[in-house]
């Protein structure tokens, strides 16, 4: 009864003092029939749901981005929650953050947490100048941040388009993305990839969109920070919430993919569901 009981205590307690921080490089090779020639190859990194008002080790923080660099993305794309309830939040990490290099740039865009709404502002005002922090912030640390806007990336003669929406989740989470604004200007890409926040946006709007998004980008669920995932077998109470929970699924030809997160929130550990850096590299299937 004691080896029984004793099982989940210390999962639970390495899940605190260790695996919050445990950080994981997931690699996931995807073909397209779509994909430009000169994009053969093309390596992406995603992180999802910082949640700099969690840390409490920088040094941890340091390897973690330093295990991205490492990666030699040649985009890479951060898809929302960089702070829990406060811009100010990110402060102590935006030199870090900053480290972040890829040939072709960062981009992000917002979740849920971002937009002050978990905090009990003394004014309009005030939440509206914690906002516009936010956004003072990305640019410090040269984060491009696109709020149902777009950007195309050039190579060899040819090029793909990244796509970017605010949060658009099931109520009371804000509903703000707008696919159509996100595209226009740039409607005409041959392939494209799109970051959503929460994937309950790819579930309930972007799969029947009239325009087809090759790969979709999300994060949000932090995969419940706790659950099973072996060889075959992945489980986590969040799926019960979340259909798309955690990993690559993939509904009328078009994918999705679901980060762990980067960070944490709440339960101030990881059990068996550990933070993750998402390798992406991108191949044709001709």
Known sequence: GLLVAGIPFASMLYGITKGKYNFKVNKVKLAFDNLPKAFEGFKIVQISDIHSGSFDDIQAIKDGIALVNKQEADVILFTGDL???DSREIL????DFKELKAPNGVYSVLGNHDY???KQ?????DKVENMNLLYEFQEQMDFKLLNNKSAVIKKGGDSIGIYGVENWGNPPFPQSGDLDQALSGNESEQFKIL???????WDKKVID???HFDLTLS???HGMQFGVEIPGFKW???????PQWVGLYEKKKQLLYVNRGFGFLGFPGRVGIWPEITLIELTNKS
């Open 83 to 85: 702070v829990n309830n």
């Open 92 to 95: 102590p990490f935006i030199d």
């Open 116 to 118: 002050g709404d978990y």
């Open 121 to 125: 502002w003394n004014s309009a005002e």
């Open 195 to 201: 970051m959503s926040h929460d994937p309950t946006h």
């Open 209 to 211: 969109h009239p325009v």
């Open 219 to 221: 994060g949000h669920t």
């Open 236 to 242: 986590s109470p969040i799926k019960y919430v979340y």
